[in-house]
């Protein structure tokens, strides 16, 4: 999800600084930081924050299967955080598509997934959201690319690629990379 | 000036569908333990309801608090009204306490768009005269929606709509979006209880299309309407247009039963309905908290004007 | 206070009366018209009134002013009334007897009259009410309000409902030399009504007045008046069937006279799709057919007069809901300026309509609507037929602001007006 709330219109002109396999390596070894740290997969459950989110989760969840394949894989769920926001009101809001977690969350390891972190509060809005299903064991943050210009104390535990940026750039991730575009005039 | 829902022909098809995709969210997260968010922490929500009406203003109530809104309830009979005291003035008063949204329901017609004028507020129609009932619509075009799961549209569904059509706002939000969404509205009433110079998609026997519709509704026939001679009495309303055992036994099983409530056992609902297999009228009663929650989250969390262009910003 | 007797020369008017048009100036002292023709010189003492560019006719008369003195004057009183009649250009006006207490007494009556001539601005013409209290029960005392100088008798707000106790006034009446006006409207099937019963009230969910509550009464009451032999006058006409009713009647040879309001020439209910009560009324806004049905009968004299039907209402109480709003709307000052907008008519005819036909109606022909001639009393308006302006509330001389007609264009202005010889309204503005 992009974070700078006047980037509707994709600029195409914009500099590629990570290609496809760029992210497909990136994706690859937070999949593996996510085994090694949770000691395995019990308990474990991928949340994709929509809508940047889910299709991060979805890709991690993919991997995750690949290096475990005697394992069932990891839980996967996706979040719609926008009735949590901080900031209705300020900005339109539409609810992207609803919530969807079939597992318990209630004890769970839950491992918010996002493309892009910037501010941190898309995070923060995420975790309220989280404690309205109940109160997991722990929560873990993973993004592809961390950006800087933290408003909140957020933290990730897994980033793809940290990408220092200047607050008037905007930044698009997707499976074909990374692209920065924008920037001060 | 704030964005109001008022009628649903203002709300117009792109803004019907947003606010039933709105309403899967708000389904969702009635779903849950705890069905609660913080999406309107420290909005103030008036219900200003003027007729009788526990039920709808019940519904608005949780509604509101589900979203973490604060309410405030004038809740006035028309016996009691204090003549002396304008509409106007009412409003004006609450509104300088210091109030997001105005919920009223008024016994005259067009009474939420006076309201209008004299605040910035956001004004939802609960109910106006015989006028317009838009959450009402709302309510039920979600329930045919995920009843018959229909999410793209209505077309080629039939609906019969049996009663006092003259007298209900009800019926007139409802048959419009219906009509809306695509699907075929025809009226069932004697003529007394007809808009005068309505002539289209009317008939006047409700055997003659039982066979052959997709959902039921059944209005209210009120006992009042006795003192006026609009029909002779309630047992031959009942024999011409009431859902009697005959009646139902002859409904198809996938016909949708629907009611906006509160029933008059005997009389339009001669049967009992929890013996319809198609009852769907306590998931309109749901479904009304959920809609109720997407109305307001819409008008007073979303943002602004844009939000009903429905320009997705994410 | 009579009015102090003045010297007026009026010139370079085009005048317009029974008799016909012609260019000429006039000259007024002590209240009557001394001379009349081309390039007057003017004397010692006298008053110019400029008329170029203007039409010099004999002054309105409104048969149907709703002026609440006594009892509603927080609305209008019988001098502000008043002085939105002479800005309006009539020089005579019929008080409408729903007042508080109802015009049914000599006391009452006298009252009003009495009002009148204090403000000095007009003729106020108290009428009587048919029925005492209009409670629609037993007769109003005719023959001694005849003799207090009533001369036009409604229970206006309200039709009578009974027919026999309408054919007992009709009768009763017939002897006196006083008319009978009915506002038509029968109640058992308006009740609760708001506006016109069509199309629009059935989408709006508004409960409406049929055009045939108004029809059946004015029926009644042709066929009452064939029966007695006396004459009545009709009210508000506002649907096509009631205009060919009177067609019909008048055809017949019946002594009916009719009347239609500006608003009934000029708006249709869908209006009240805004749900303003500005645009409630009794009889009610209806269809451009009733309209143009209108317009025809004011074209072709089945109806006589227009009259405005002056209904001053408090701001609020036109803000209330519909169904509680009392229905009426201002029409003095924007009569003659909706007439000659929507009218297609002959200036003469307009002026008729407005000045000598009512006139005859109101049994004050002897006084107003006169000729503009040597020895007539001086009651005349001077109007520009062609300036186009808008109302705006805030400078209406009413008390009240209930006008339907802003963001209307109108046609055609009043000046002057000429009361008994006085200039009570020079270029627009009121001189007391």
Redesign the interface.
Known sequence: ?TNT?DE?SAEPAGKQVLGPDDVRRAITRMAHEIIERNRGLAGVALVGI???GVWVAELLAAEIARIEPETDGVLLGSL?AS???DD?????????T??DLTFTVEGATVVLVDDVLYTGRTVRSAL??IG???RPKSVQLAVIVDRGHRELPIRPDYVGKNLPTSSEESVTVTAEGVVISGGGS | MSRSLLSISELGEPGLRRLLSIADHMAEVNRRPNPKVPALRGKTVCNLFFEDSTRTRLSFETAAKRLSADTMNFAVSQSSLNKGESLRDTVETIAAMGVDAFVIRHGSSGAPWQLGAWTNASVINAGDGWHAHPTQALLDMYTVRTALNRLEGFDGLRVAMVGDIKHSRVARSTTEAFKMLGADVTWVSPRTLLPPSHKEHVVSNLDEVLDDIDILYLLRMQKERMNEALVPNLREYTTRFGLTPERAARLGDHVLVMHPGPMNRGVEMAVDPSELRGNVINQQVTNGINVRMAVLFDLLGSGSENSLAGSPES | MKSTPRKLLITNGRLIDAGGERSADVRIADGVVTEVGVGLLSSDGEQIVDAAGMVVCPGFVDLHVHLREPGREEAETIETGSRGAAIGGFTAIVAMPNTDPTQDSVGVVEFVRQQGERAGLCEVLPSGSITVGRKGETLTPFAELAAAGVRLFTDDGNGVQDPQLMRRAYEYASDLGITMAQHCEVERLTEGAVMHEGSCCSHLGLPGWPSLAEELMVHRDIELVRLTGAPAHFLHLSTAGSVELVRKAKADGLAVTAEATPHHISLTDELLRSYSALYKVNPPLRTMDDITAIREGLRDGTIDAIATDHAPHVSASKELPLDQAPPGMLGLETALGVSIAHLDMPLVDIVAALSWKPAEIAGVADRHGRPIEVGEPANLTAFDPAEEWEVVPGQLASKSRNTPFVGVPLTGRVKHTIFNGEVVVLDGVAQK
């Open positions: 999800m709330p509707q929509q809508t940047g719609d009735l949590y926001r209705i009101g300020l900005r339109p809001v539409t609810p992207g609803v919530s309220d959201a309205d299903y109940g």
